[in-house]
């Protein structure tokens, strides 16, 4: 682990009530926990492998464990990862830079509070500190949001839902585009994208479930999804690609899987706020027409294009989709149960824990095996699925 600059134990709040669950689960996913933050963790600065999105899903991923298994999670002080990340992270300096493929795939590069290193990358936006999770790309600051909400709900310490409504003022001005809805990918105002809108919309119908002034936000995820579900993005097979073109049309670009997990979970939260089950459907729909496209014959998740076992290995983004796809998977299932969606949790966990770990517990990018080397974000990724078996074992 990295020396220690502010570190201390952050006992988590309030307990749920525990299942009997599936003790296996519960003990790989403490022990994918402790090597996630063994090896990747960055205590000075609370991130995970320096990757500035991607450690708010990891965060988000911890506080669901803690919301599962409270002693398991404070057995590992989770809730000082917690309390650190939120505490460091904003007070960073980073240095950042985002390249969209013709493709669809996002590269991020990042350069957190190194000077020597960040003297050498010109290319790079302007240094500055992340002050309230806020940069120039509205999806990094809605997965910060939900990090927030869900860490909220395993603590109960109003300082997270505060920093996630600050977050969601923020992703407010991604708004005004040319295609009569929704939110620009970046400040940069160029692109509209699905992952910035499902993340608009899960913040907004998540905040409508937490905070007092509910219809505020349940008007905006009202009508963002209104916009989303008409804006042609999810295509004839039920899949949602990667964005809009120049003329507000479908770009056809590809069917990542976390496009289908995002949506999954902000169509769960407007259910919860609203008792709609047209939603529910609709988020069926999308969730077994992703794991029929994704899903190999075995039942494993492959990423839509199969880079797992190709040079660069998806790529430190892309190392991370499949996971944001089983976690959110797994909320639809607590609310709407579905057998289909059990067997197709457990039966990835089990795999990427015989196929895809090796000695240290490392869990690699490709779940189908062999074991290929492990980042942070595949290990980040890997841990959603141990955290859904619990959740759907429970």
Request: contains cysteine; glycine residues 8%; negative net charge.
């Amino acid at each position: 682990m990295h020396t220690s600059y502010y570190w201390a134990a952050m006992p988590l709040l309030a307990a749920s009530a525990a299942g009997a669950g599936t003790q296996e689960y519960v003990d790989n996913a403490m022990s994918a926990i402790q090597t996630l933050n063994d090896e990747w963790y960055n205590v000075r600065t609370g991130i995970w492998d320096d990757a500035w999105w991607n450690s708010a899903n990891m965060l988000t991923t911890l506080a669901d464990f803690a919301t599962l298994r409270l002693d398991e999670a404070n057995d590992l002080n989770v809730g000082g990862y917690m309390r650190n990340t939120f505490i460091q992270a904003q007070s960073e300096n980073v240095l950042t830079v985002k390249q969209l493929s013709v493709t669809g795939m996002v590269t991020s590069a990042y350069c957190i509070d190194d000077d020597v290193k960040c003297k050498t990358k010109r290319h790079f936006l302007g240094k500055r500190g992340f002050d309230d999770f806020i940069n120039e790309f509205y999806d990094d600051e809605g997965w910060w949001a939900l990090a927030m909400i869900r860490t909220w709900d395993a603590t109960g310490d109003q300082e997270y839902l505060d920093s996630a409504v600050t977050i969601f003022e923020d992703m407010q001005t991604g708004l005004g585009g040319p295609c009569n809805g929704g939110i620009y990918w970046n400040k940069d105002r160029k692109y509209v994208n699905a992952i910035s809108n499902e993340l608009y919309l899960s913040v907004a119908a998540s905040l409508a479930n937490r905070m007092p002034n509910r219809d505020y936000y349940l008007t905006i995820a009202r009508d963002q999804w209104a916009w989303f579900r008409d804006s042609g993005m999810i295509n004839k097979d039920n899949l949602i690609n990667d964005g809009l073109d120049g003329k507000c049309k479908n770009n056809g670009m590809q069917t990542w899987s976390y496009n289908q997990g995002v949506i999954l979970g902000g169509l769960t939260e407007l259910y919860r706020a609203t008792g709609n089950k047209d939603l529910l459907r609709k988020a069926h729909t999308i969730a077994k027409a992703a794991i029929k496209a994704l899903a190999n014959d075995e039942g494993v998740l492959v990423e839509t294009d199969k880079c797992e076992k190709r040079s660069g290995n998806c790529g430190r983004d892309g190392q991370s989709f499949k996971g944001i796809f089983v976690r959110n998977l797994r909320y639809l299932h607590d609310m709407a149960p579905d057998d289909e969606f059990k067997e197709f949790i457990v039966k990835n966990a089990d795999v990427i824990w015989a196929d895809n770990r090796n000695k240290q517990n490392m869990l690699g990018v490709a779940w189908t095996g062999p074991f290929i080397k492990a980042t942070g974000m595949s290990q980040g990724a890997a841990l959603d699925v141990l955290v859904a078996a619990i959740g759907v074992s429970d």
